[in-house]
């Protein structure tokens, strides 16, 4: 897939003293990307259950 969208804005700039405001311009960056499927196992056993002081593999 391909994604279009801003790219780089211009840095900001101090204000004189009359205010003037100074132009930009902005430019268009393109990223491209594609969707993957990633795993790991790990091992889950009774004593890492009742280890489970935080609480993260079962909640109630």
Do not use: C, F
């Amino acid at each position: 897939m391909n994604k279009i969208m801003l790219g780089e804005a211009p840095l900001l700039e101090k204000l004189n003293e009359a205010g003037e405001i100074k132009a930009g311009t902005m430019a268009e960056a393109r990223e491209a990307y594609r969707i993957e499927t990633w795993a790991k196992k790990i091992g889950i056993t009774r004593q890492v259950l009742v280890n489970d002081d935080l609480g993260v593999l079962i909640s109630t």
